[in-house]
């Protein structure tokens, strides 16, 4: 290793015995307040169509963005990993990360892929990817990484560009019939290659309540991005049907779990409370009048009895990975 430059490892769990530093450690150093000049580079861009990805995304809405990432990370990159870890991807392998955001998981494929490799991030907004160019250089991986805008239901990329495919929490996402969605990324990875789309699936968040957190996971909030009314087939843990139905071959799911425990580090506590302050909101009207004054008195940080300071804390939440091989 030289001695002028460190080496990022994103993927290696005994980061101290290996004197890597871990994704983390580049969040720790990156806020958003940091000046990030836009780049000339990019690529014309092309309306995502998905709400979680808007138009109208402004530089203040990226930094909440990018708050609410930083502060969670702890929680969601050891699963990520994981994953990755599980996918078993090729050395030297190309692939596209749709709807990447700042590109956190951009960083982490490409260093499962390698230095011969290369990963491409995809995202409807310019603030994103101006983060994201950004996070990519100071962890030096610049020339593995690329990111550019584009629509996810019109990707723009040849037939059978990439090797693999995967999208977080964003394909399947948006309200409609997911199959076009489904083909078209399929249509850019080779034949034999893969899509993978990773969701968050499930969490106990308040140990001791299961009865008002599951009043809390049937509003509307609660169970997003499904919706009251839509079709059954239409909810996402049954993705698998669209791979299916989508052409896709030896069509596989496997779920991850993070688990966390009192004592809280001052880190874990931060991440633990933005995830409760995101999982359910605006559930005031849905809630009955006892359900809204336990959900005050457990989950607001300013409560003397909110649910993070009860000495024997548990929690758990999981991710599901989905995976369908594109047809040779």
Not at 72 to 84: G, H, S, V, Y
Not at 233 to 241: A, K, Q, S, V
């Amino acid at each position: 290793m030289s001695p002028t430059r460190q080496r990022y490892c994103f993927l290696c769990v005994l980061c101290a015995l290996c004197g890597y530093k871990p994704l983390q450690e580049i969040i720790k150093s990156f806020s958003p307040e940091d000046e990030v000049e836009p780049t000339n580079n990019k690529e014309e861009s092309i309306g995502m169509g998905n709400e979680k990805n808007s138009t109208e995304s402004t530089v203040p809405d990226t930094d909440t963005y990018l708050q609410g990432l930083l502060v969670t990370n702890p929680l969601q990159e050891p699963i990520f990993r994981r994953a990755i870890h599980a996918l078993n991807l090729p050395l030297g392998s190309r692939g596209l990360d749709v709807g990447c955001g700042i590109g956190f998981q951009v960083m982490l494929l490409a260093e499962a892929v390698g230095p011969g490799g290369h990963v491409t991030g995809i995202d409807l907004s310019p603030e994103f990817l101006v983060y994201a160019r950004s996070i990519a250089e100071k962890a030096g991986m610049s020339e593995q990484v690329s990111f550019q805008e584009g629509d996810m239901n019109n990707l723009p990329f040849d037939d059978d560009t990439f090797d693999w495919v995967w999208s977080a929490n964003c394909a399947g996402y948006a309200p409609g019939e997911p199959l076009p969605l489904l083909k078209e990324l399929a249509r850019v990875v080779k034949p034999g290659g893969s899509v993978i789309i990773i969701v968050w699936s499930s969490q106990q968040l308040l140990p001791g309540y299961p009865v008002l957190e599951a009043h809390l996971n049937a509003t509307s909030s609660g169970i997003a991005p499904f919706a009251r009314g839509a079709a059954p087939e239409l909810h996402f843990p049954r993705i698998m049907g669209w791979f299916r139905r989508a052409g896709m071959e030896d069509v596989n799911v496997r779920t991850f779990a993070g688990d966390v425990c009192a004592p809280l580090s001052k880190e874990m506590r931060s991440a633990l409370t933005s995830l409760i302050e995101m999982r359910w909101v605006d559930v005031r009207a849905e809630l009955s009048e006892g359900d809204w004054a336990e959900y005050q008195r457990l989950c607001l940080p300013e409560s003397p009895e909110f649910i993070l300071g009860i000495p024997d804390y548990y929690a758990f939440f999981t991710y599901s990975m989905f995976r369908g091989r594109v047809r040779g």
